[in-house]
Structures are given as C-alpha cells and as structure tokens.
C-alpha cells in the first residue's frame, strides 16, 4: 500500500500525525492480539474438555441404546435456550446460561422403569451438546477477531509505519532541497546586483 503524500509542510505534519497515531495505538494492537491468542487457546481447551465430558456421558448410557427403541421422543424436547453476551477483550461472545425443557407427562406406573433415566440423560446430553455448541461459537469468534487483529498488527507493521516514516523522509529531503536552492538562488542574485552595482 503506498502512502499518498504532497511535498509540502502540510502533507508532512499530516504523516508525522498519522505515524505517531500508528505508533502510539501498537502496543495496545498488540497486547489485545495476545490475549486473544490465550483466550482463543482457552476455548480450545475447554471445547476439548467438553467433547471428552460429552463421549463420558454418552458411554454412560451405552447400556441403554437397546432400550432407545421403546422410548417416546415426543416425551421431551427443548423449548428455549436462554443465554447473555460477555466480552473477552473486546469481542461479544454468547455465553449459555439455561436449556429449559418441555415434558410431556407419561405414566409412571404404565411406563417402563427406565424412561425417568432415558429423560435425565437425554436432558443431560442436549445441555452437553448445546454447550459444547456455544464453546465452538467462541472458539470461532474468539480466532476470526485474533486473526484480524493480526493482519492489522501487521499493517501497521509492516506497512504502514515504514510507509509513512519514508514519506516523512521523502518530504523532508524535498524541503531541504528546495529550501538550499532557494538559498543559492538568492546568493546569486545578491552576488550579480553587487557585481553590477560595484
């Protein structure tokens, strides 16, 4: 990206602004994209963590998929799923905070033993699974805002930072150039009117 300038005090002023800004906004850049490189490692973990809870839970019940057959999905199902946003360095993340179910009443007394357990697991199991929903949704937000912040910590870097310092340089060299040739040129003229006049 090149860096659009005038060779005048203006245009210099302008990109010693823009430099100092770039400058001064750096170590925050670059502070935010290392903790979001943590965070971002931290849902890593935790999403793992809940895929091992989660295939725990489900060996848990491997006992009753024989079973599965005989239960009644319509017995339950989820109605709502309540949840807040939190911020982790700037960037908004869904957080779940309730999965309330819907039952449907069924015999106790009609009904095989199981089906009380076959409800906690399956509640068990879809609360598991929304969350490890709302962990990958962080994970994702959490990487596409560091993966942003690093391209404009490299912009600033790499780019733009020399760019506007080579421009400042540019700009001056000019100034000076023109600024020496404005001298010489009146030492001349001053020269020729004292020669004339002598």
Request: charged content about 35%; aromatic content about 8%.
């Amino acid at each position: 990206m090149a860096i659009k300038f005038q060779y005048n005090k203006t245009s210099l002023n302008d990109m010693d602004k823009q430099l100092k800004m770039r400058t001064r906004a750096l170590p925050t850049i670059k502070s935010k994209e290392s903790a979001l490189r943590l965070e971002v490692k931290k849902a890593k973990d935790e999403a793992e963590a809940f895929d091992e809870a989660l295939r725990a839970l489900m060996s848990q019940y491997d006992y009753m998929v024989s079973l599965w057959g005989e239960f009644d999905p319509e017995l339950i199902r989820v109605s709502d799923v309540r949840m807040k946003i939190s911020k982790i360095a700037g960037v908004r993340l869904p957080v779940l905070e309730e999965v309330v179910f819907e039952e449907r009443p069924y015999d106790l007394f009609s009904s095989p033993v199981w089906i009380a357990d076959g409800v906690l697991a399956l509640k068990e199991l879809a609360r598991q699974g929304l969350e490890r929903e709302f962990m990958t949704r962080k994970m994702e937000l959490l990487d596409h805002a560091r993966k942003k912040t690093t391209q404009k910590v490299n912009l600033y870097e790499k780019v733009q930072i020399p760019g506007y310092q080579e421009a400042i340089l540019k700009i001056k060299r000019f100034l000076e150039d023109e600024e020496n040739l404005s001298k010489s040129s009146q030492k001349i003229v001053k020269t020729r009117q004292e020669n004339q006049g002598g």
